[in-house]
């Protein structure tokens, strides 16, 4: 198992920018996909953008252009940069392995005001 601890989240008023950083626990991460995943209050947790370990990134169409996911393979960080957030990006946001199961962390809590 990897252990990830998220970061970064708070209340931004709509569009504002706040950066999301998630640590892991150890070196695994640098040869597996990483992503960002959120879900907000009644709804099912959906991923938002992932990282390939060559540095690849996909991004869901809510947060295309707005979103941007970054790594660090020797730190063994994954960032979430978020700019122009709206309302519906409100979220407990989490990081995770893609592909590979792995218990969550903790996650950041994200809220955009209007």
Same mark, same amino acid.
């Given at each position: 198992?990897?252990? /990830?601890?998220?970061?970064?989240?708070? /209340?931004?008023?709509?569009? =504002?920018?706040?950066?999301?950083?998630?640590?892991?626990?150890? =070196?695994?991460?640098?040869?597996?996909?990483?992503?960002?995943?959120?879900?907000? *209050?009644? @709804?099912?947790?959906?991923?938002?953008?992932?990282?390939?370990?060559? =540095?690849?990134? /996909? %991004?869901?169409?809510?947060?295309?252009?707005?979103?941007?996911?970054?790594? #660090?393979?020797?730190?063994?960080?994954? #960032?979430?940069?978020?700019?122009?957030? @709206? *309302?519906? #990006?409100?979220?407990? %946001?989490?990081?995770? /392995?893609?592909?590979?199961?792995?218990?969550?962390?903790? =996650?950041?809590?994200?809220?955009?005001?209007?």
């Amino acid at each position: 198992q990897v252990q /990830l601890v998220e970061s970064g989240g708070g /209340l931004v008023q709509a569009g =504002g920018s706040l950066r999301l950083s998630c640590a892991a626990s150890k =070196g695994v991460f640098t040869i597996v996909t990483m992503g960002w995943f959120r879900q907000a *209050p009644g @709804k099912q947790r959906e991923v938002v953008a992932s990282i390939s370990s060559g =540095g690849s990134t /996909l %991004y869901a169409a809510s947060v295309k252009g707005r979103f941007t996911i970054s790594r #660090d393979n020797a730190k063994n960080t994954v #960032d979430l940069q978020m700019n122009m957030l @709206k *309302p519906e #990006d409100t979220a407990v %946001y989490y990081c995770n /392995l893609i592909g590979r199961p792995n218990s969550w962390g903790q =996650g950041t809590q994200v809220t955009v005001s209007s």
